[in-house]
């Protein structure tokens, strides 16, 4: 086991005074997607944001074994960690180009691969990014943290609230992106956490419940709906290879 690209030991966030991250550990393997699951505003965004440092947190936080959680945001977006926010932030008046362009901070972006996994961005490339569907416009939210060689990416429920035939196609996208780099995912759809992720953790309550292998917990049907509130086994006839 080579070492984890992140580990966050005892990190705890607040927000405006108020306590949303309590005391979290866990680490993210240096390949692969690590699901983060949870029910609704259990501290799921908290968490990334602690990372990030955009939200106040103490604790101790690796990043390839040199430690971030002194350092200001845009030196740890610097040393090379992405971020997808939920609700997927695009410049809505700029077209698909100009939000790639804006999004673009190293010498050699990889355009190619970026084109090669969004061919329909490519042929949208002057449309405003506005007038997207809602999975053109994820689609674009994540080509923009690709574009950077990052060494971890940090994205936020990238399949919130796009029709299940797009869901798919997010989800080819982030399997194929994750083969060149790890993923810490926020995902409540547990068919793309199944289909995606080797491991898991579950937040409640501001705290890390569970840690372990992804499919071993969407396997075990009580043990997922104690922790969710949902049965994880993926529904007959819908398996998406
Ligand atoms: N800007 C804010 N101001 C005050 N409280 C906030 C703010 N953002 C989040 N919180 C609170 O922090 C807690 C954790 O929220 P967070 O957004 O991290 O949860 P989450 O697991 O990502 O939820 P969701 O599933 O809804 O995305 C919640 O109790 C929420 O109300
Ligand atoms: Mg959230």
């Known amino acids: 086991m080579s070492e984890p690209i992140l580990t966050v030991d005892g990190m705890s966030a607040s927000i405006g005074g108020q306590q949303v991250v309590e005391s979290v550990t866990f680490e993210v393997p240096s390949t692969g997607i690590t699901a983060v699951l949870g029910r609704n505003g259990v501290g799921k965004t908290s968490t990334l944001r602690g990372i990030l440092g955009l ?12 430690r971030i959680d002194h350092e200001p945001t845009h030196k740890i977006v610097r040393r090379g960690i992405g971020y997808v926010p939920e ?14 362009a804006l999004a673009e901070r190293q010498a ?24 997207l569907s809602g999975g053109q416009q994820q689609m674009v939210s994540v080509a923009r943290a690709l574009l950077n060689d990052n060494r971890l990416l ?5 399949t919130k609230g796009l029709a299940p035939r797009i869901v798919g196609e997010v989800a080819d996208a982030l399997e194929e992106a994750s083969h060149t780099v ?22 409640d309550s501001g705290r890390v419940v569970h840690r372990g292998d992804a499919k ?3 396997d075990d049907a009580a043990l997922t709906k104690r922790l969710l ?10 398996a998406h290879a």
Do not use: C, W, Y
């Open 87 to 100: 609700d997927r932030e695009v410049f809505a008046s700029l077209t698909v180009a100009e939000n790639f």
């Open 182 to 203: 790890p993923m810490l995912l926020v995902e409540q759809n547990l068919e793309v956490v199944r289909r995606l992720a080797t491991d898991a953790i579950v937040i």
């Open 229 to 238: 509130g949902v049965h994880g086994e993926a529904p007959a006839g819908e």
């Open 108 to 131: 050699a972006p990889r355009r190619e691969f970026v084109a090669e996994l969004f061919p329909d961005l490519v042929a949208r490339s002057k449309q405003m990014a506005g007038t």
């Open 55 to 66: 939200i106040k947190r103490q604790g101790r936080v690796t990043l390839a074994g040199d």
């Open 154 to 158: 940090l994205v936020d429920e990238p």
């Open 216 to 218: 071993e917990l969407l």
